[in-house]
Each structure stands twice: as structure tokens, then as C-alpha cells.
């Protein structure tokens, strides 16, 4: 598969998966699961086909590991991100104790003054390197890195989670947990 058939699928997985399932007639599922016949049916009636042998491509080559499939391959899902209401079934964990946060330069004033909040997201999305903080901070501008006092967070009674693909999550962070990079 082209490496722009690719980026074309999985945003259409994105969008379908993550914020707007109703669209193309599915409903999530506990744990944001659809069935993958029923995902390539909806896909195939609105005018846009996936084969199989596509979805399985994206989900096993998407830089950022967006979508993960049940052991039995019957079944996928958006690992996090979603705006619209699921419970994804997560476990609570201990985090590291340091997690990052990757925005615009332009966005740091702001948390810096309120923390972070998830805002149209269940969870405010947590990186465990800079790397990827970084990568998340230039979809946004010209990227700032935070650091998050995540242990002294979780000794406070926060609740964190992981997602399938690594990334973390908590309801949000408070001010006095931030620092610049």
C-alpha cells in the first residue's frame, strides 16, 4: 500500500473510530471496540473501501500505533484520543516518575497558569520521552516540551492510565505538577 493510501486510511479510521463513528453507522462498543466486518461494511457503503488487507497494514505500521485489534482480529478499536464518550476499559497504573507533555510554544503561558485539561478529549495525553513530546508539540506550532511530576501526582491520588500504544493518560494536570523543558 501507498505510504499516502495509508495516511488516508488511517485518518478515515481516525475520524470514524475516535470522534465520529455515528457518521457511517456504527456505535462503540465497552472498551471502543467495532467489529471489523461491520467497519469495512460501513466504510465500503460510504463510498470509501478498505480491504482487509489495508486495515491490518495500517494498524500494524501507524507511527503512533492509533488502533489495536482483539487477539482474535474480529474486532478494533482507537487506543485513546476519543471526543466521543467510551470507557476503554483501562486499568489504572503507576506511572513513571516523570511523563511529558508536548504543545505550542505559543500554548505554554496558559497551561502554565491553569495546568493542563483534557478539554474535548477523555484524558489529557501524556508522553514517557521527550521525543514524542516534541513530535505532539509541532503538530501545534513550534513545539515546547513540559515535564509532569507524575509520581508526585500519583502520591497525591491522581489516577493515571496507559494506553495500548504507550501513551498516558489522567484526568488532568495541575499547575504545580509542570515545568519547561
Not at 456504527?26 to 467489529?35: D, F, I, R
Not at 467497519?39 to 480491504?51: E, G, K, R, S, V
Not at 478499536?77 to 497504573?93: I, K, T
Request: glycine share 6%; net charge neutral; with cysteine.
Amino acid at each position: 500500500m501507498e505510504q499516502a493510501r495509508s495516511i488516508k486510511v488511517s485518518k478515515y479510521l481516525t475520524k470514524h473510530l475516535r470522534h465520529n463513528p455515528e457518521r457511517i453507522g456504527l456505535s462503540l462498543a465497552p472498551g471502543g471496540w467495532v467489529s471489523v466486518d461491520e467497519l469495512l461494511a460501513a466504510c465500503a457503503f460510504h463510498q470509501f473501501p478498505i480491504t482487509r488487507a489495508e486495515l491490518e497494514k495500517v494498524v500494524a505500521t501507524n507511527d503512533k500505533q492509533r488502533f489495536s485489534f482483539d487477539e482474535a482480529k474480529t474486532r478494533i478499536r482507537a487506543n485513546q484520543g476519543h471526543s466521543v464518550e467510551v470507557d476503554l476499559q483501562l486499568e489504572p497504573q503507576t506511572p513513571p516518575d516523570v511523563l511529558y507533555h508536548g504543545t505550542g510554544e505559543l500554548s505554554v503561558s496558559a497551561i502554565l497558569e491553569s495546568g493542563l485539561l483534557k478539554m474535548s478529549r477523555h484524558h489529557v495525553h501524556l508522553s514517557k520521552d521527550t521525543e514524542t513530546a516534541r513530535k505532539v508539540g509541532m503538530r501545534h506550532g513550534r513545539p515546547a516540551i513540559l515535564t509532569v511530576d507524575s509520581a508526585a501526582m500519583h502520591q497525591a491520588g491522581f489516577v493515571f492510565y496507559c494506553s495500548d500504544n504507550g501513551v498516558w493518560l489522567v484526568d488532568h494536570v495541575p499547575p504545580q505538577y509542570l515545568a519547561i523543558v
